[in-house]
Nanobody, 125 residues
Framework: QVQLVESGGGLVQTGASLRLSCAAS????????MGWFRQAPGKEREFVAA?????????LYADSVKGRFTISRDNAKNTGYLQMDSLKPEDTAVYYC?????????????????WGQGTQVTVSS
């Protein structure tokens, strides 16, 4: 059983940066693919970014964040990250990290076995 705890959210202005962290415990973090999803009020939870199991793994991004967000992980620290630059008001949402078993499609919510509680990101215009 893997427990995930996100941190690093907050209120920022348009164009600012934030780095979200996802601390894992209770399992072997390096065995899992890791993803970030977000959910804005009244909307479905959507894929943001994902990285395969290794620290230098393959990365995937939603088109809406490509070139602005960077996902990474440090398996030695059991921690994943989402660096968010050039933030826009439409990035406002609760951001969740999640862990997926190997060989699953990392863009799909249903691939993920474990979820964090979420961290709020608010970008003001």
């Amino acid at each position: 059983q893997v427990q995930l705890v996100e941190s690093g959210g907050g209120l920022v202005q348009t164009g600012a940066s934030l780095r979200l962290s996802c601390a894992a415990s209770g399992g072997t973090f390096s065995r899992y693919g890791m993803g970030w999803f977000r959910q804005a009020p009244g909307k479905e939870r959507e894929f943001v970014a994902a990285i395969t199991w290794s620290s230098g793994g393959i990365t995937l991004y939603a088109d809406s964040v490509k070139g602005r967000f960077t996902i990474s992980r440090d398996n030695a620290k059991n921690t994943g990250y989402l660096q968010m630059d050039s933030l826009k008001p439409e990035d406002t949402a609760v951001y969740y990290c999640a862990a997926a078993s190997p060989l699953k499609s990392l863009r799909e919510k249903d691939s993920y076995n474990y979820w964090g509680q979420g961290t709020q990101v608010t970008v003001s215009s």
